[in-house]
């Protein structure tokens, strides 16, 4: 085992675990845990992104191209709580 630093000496860590190897390769185990799922969130986002435009463009289609007023103020309203204003 290594040396243990003044600071360290002076306020010793408590671990979970009585072998600090053992703590360390968990604490990476859960590293690398929140790593993957930060990347699957971050995949299912841009899936959602996506998903919003597609949205937001059919609403805008319908808001310009409809005959049909109340289809227009719908799509309207729909645009205005997804944050576009000025239509």
Known sequence: MGKVCKKHAEHPVTIYSQ?????????????RNAKETSKTWQAEAVVQKKQVDKLMAALLTIYQESTDEGARDCAADALKQLGITGI
């Open 19 to 31: 072998c600090i190897g053992c703590e360390l390769e968990r604490m990476t185990d859960e590293l």
